[in-house]
């Protein structure tokens, strides 16, 4: 099984910004895309953004201009910049560890414990 440990949620007022970081075994995390995912109470968990191995990023048009996900080979870490946020934003925020070729639509792969990240009006 393969552990992976989030942090950086919390509170904050629209307009504000928040950090999301996870950590994951550096065995593993260079040959693999990460990505992060949210669900809100009563809905689907939906994805939000994801990094390849190579460093291609791609993002759900919601957030385009908003947030930025990106890795650090070296630490073996996987970040989430969120900026601008809003409270439909409001969520527990997972990260995943998938391949490079598995379809963002697929929930599969590995997952944090998830952390939440609230946006007050």
């Known amino acids: 099984q393969v552990q992976l440990v989030e942090s950086g949620g919390g509170l904050v007022q629209a307009g504000g910004s928040l950090r999301l970081s996870c950590a994951a075994p550096?065995?593993?995390?260079?040959?693999?895309?990460m990505a992060w995912y949210r669900q809100a109470p009563g809905k689907q968990r939906e994805w939000v953004a994801t990094?390849?191995?190579?460093?291609?990023?791609n993002y759900v048009d919601f957030v385009k201009g908003r947030f930025t996900i990106s890795r650090d080979n070296a630490k073996n870490t996987v970040n989430l910049q969120m900026n601008s946020l809003k409270p439909e934003d409001t969520a527990v925020y997972y990260c995943?560890?998938?391949?490079?070729?598995?379809?963002?639509?697929?929930?599969?792969?590995?997952w944090g414990q998830g952390t939440q990240v609230t946006v007050s009006s």
């Open positions: 995943n560890l998938r391949s490079d070729d598995t379809p963002y639509r697929v929930l599969t792969g590995f």
């Open positions: 550096g065995s593993i995390f260079r040959i693999n895309a």
């Open positions: 990094v390849t191995s190579g460093g291609s990023t």
